[in-house]
């Protein structure tokens, strides 16, 4: 999709009728539901586009409701004013209980506040943000940068998504637990617990995505189907990371202390060893680092290839900051930033997120939401609201996140979380949203200095959006990397 104009996907139709799905007895709008489901964020969008209030009542088999929302005002209700009454529920938990068990992203009330809390004062440390910098730059120039100086001299084509993906999954493996799986070693090795990994990610989402969960639960009954290999999968990366956990209790029990930094040490040393409690705490929080910020930069990359003057204005920043120590650099890079912020605007890591109601409520525009309803709310239709960013919605335009003194100086001007949901709000906004801007800005910094990114097929190269638990683009993005030289 270009961002410059509105797809058809995304264009408003003149008839609001057309739009809505139809409703028939007993299924609902389970047709509608079934032929949307590749598409399905985009088609959410297209339906939310035509609200009045931005916000839809669903309905599904057997008279059962869903609400879709990209209204501010009820996601700050949801998520905030009203927030006990919208937890994940049984139908999320349910669904990744086999992959993520009791882990932070799949737990409500006591279990999660315990979690919640126990991670905050870790992700709060400066030794811990000093050690991810530390990984993160390990990363970048040891293992990235070669590859990409390898893809230079051998005019190779490379697939973007895949290099990024691999980067993201050793960083926060490192970071979780300690554990290098050097995945971007030159030769792009398929690694056992990456690998198992990503197939429990993905076959999870399909359970998510199904439109009956019957199909799925009698599939794991009989362990036949893709519950089979859910089910080997989910073995293989449980297996492994209790292997790490319990060599780590060891370490620790032989020294007294643990000298690594890594999350799972800070936990351990910090009392909390029981083994299912941190192997599920390390398990969500690589699910969370590991393909979110490799989502970002990849649509980010081909967003500044389609728009040269924002690669331009990108340089002579990079070029501006290119003295100062690593975390000053990042810090100050303001107008890298507003680019990420705009890339995720459009292309958002989590494209759609849910909540299930504990009581009947009523929404601050008037939906009723009764008992049990699902509420999913949609950063990725919030991020095309004209009433929210204008009519230039469908515009990649950092300019709109930044603000100029009377010296030409530029600033960062944030939006609500409300507004621009990307890295969720509320209680349970993202603890790792520093560290993913130090790890993209690093990386941005870092490639663009060197390197200019060209999709292969250039103009004709257009990218599918795909929503699993993250945002894919369908078949990877294939690109040369072209050497930049000295910027002047």
């Given amino acids: 999709m270009n961002s410059k104009s509105k797809s058809k996907s995304n264009k408003p139709s003149s008839t609001t009728s057309n739009v809505l799905p139809k409703r028939y007895p007993i299924i609902g709008s389970y047709l509608a539901v079934k032929s949307n489901l590749r598409n399905r964020v985009q088609w959410i969008t ?117 290099v990024l993906q691999r980067f993201a999954f050793d960083n926060v493996c490192k970071i979780a637990f300690g554990y290098d799986p050097a995945c971007l070693l030159p030769s792009l090795p398929p690694t056992q617990f990456a690998d198992a990994f990503e197939e429990a990610t993905r076959l999870s989402a399909d359970r998510f995505r199904a439109p009956l969960s019957i199909h799925w639960r009698i599939e794991r009954f009989f362990n036949i189907g893709s519950e089979r290999k859910l089910k080997a999968a989910i073995s293989r990366v449980r297996d492994f990371s209790q292997q790490v956990v319990r060599e780590k209790k060891q370490e620790l029990a032989d020294k007294s202390s643990l000298k690594s930094v890594d999350l799972l040490s800070r936990f351990l040393s910090s009392g909390h060893s029981d083994e299912n409690f941190v192997t599920d705490i390390v398990i969500s929080f690589i699910l969370a680092g590991r393909d979110t910020t490799s989502a970002a930069l990849t649509w980010f990359f081909w967003l500044i290839y389609k728009h040269p003057e924002v690669e331009k204005e990108i340089l002579k920043e990079i070029k501006a900051k290119s003295d100062m120590p690593v975390y000053e650099e990042v810090k100050d890079m303001v107008y890298i930033h507003a680019s990420l912020c705009e890339a995720m605007r459009l292309y958002p890591p989590v494209p759609t997120d849910g909540k299930l109601a504990v009581e009947d409520d009523v929404l601050p525009d008037g939906t009723v939401v009764k008992k049990g309803t699902l509420v999913t709310y949609a950063p990725y239709a919030m991020g095309r609201m004209e009433k929210i960013w204008g009519s230039d919605w469908a515009e990649f335009k950092p300019e709109r996140w930044l603000e100029s003194d009377e010296a030409g100086k530029r600033s960062f001007v944030g939006r609500d979380p409300y507004t621009y949901p990307v890295f969720n709000a509320g209680p349970r906004i993202c603890l790792g949203k520093e560290m993913a801007f130090l790890q993209m800005k690093r990386l941005v910094a870092g490639v663009l200095r060197r390197f200019k990114v060209v999709p292969v097929g250039e103009e004709r190269f257009e990218p599918v959006f795909l929503a699993y638990l993250t945002a894919k683009m369908e078949g990877g993005f294939p690109v040369r990397v072209i050497e930049r030289g000295e910027l002047h």
Avoid: M
């Avoid at 529920?89 to 209980?97: E, K, Q, R």
């Avoid at 910098?133 to 051998?154: K, M, N, Q, W, Y």
């Fill in 46 to 162: 297209l339906i939310l586009q035509n609200c009045p209030s931005a916000t839809y009542t669903l309905h599904h088999v057997f008279g059962y409701r869903q609400i879709l929302t990209a209204n501010p005002d009820n996601l700050h209700h949801i998520l905030k004013t009203n927030f006990n009454n919208y937890p994940k529920g049984h139908f999320f938990i349910n669904v990744f209980f086999d992959f993520l068990g009791n882990g932070i992203f799949n737990a409500d009330g006591d279990p999660w506040k315990f979690q919640r809390q126990v991670s905050s004062h870790e992700f709060n440390t400066k030794s811990l943000r000093k050690f991810v910098e530390t990984v993160v730059d390990s990363e970048l120039h040891g293992r990235l940068i070669p590859f990409l100086s390898d893809a230079v001299s051998d005019r190779t084509v490379v697939d973007l998504q895949d």
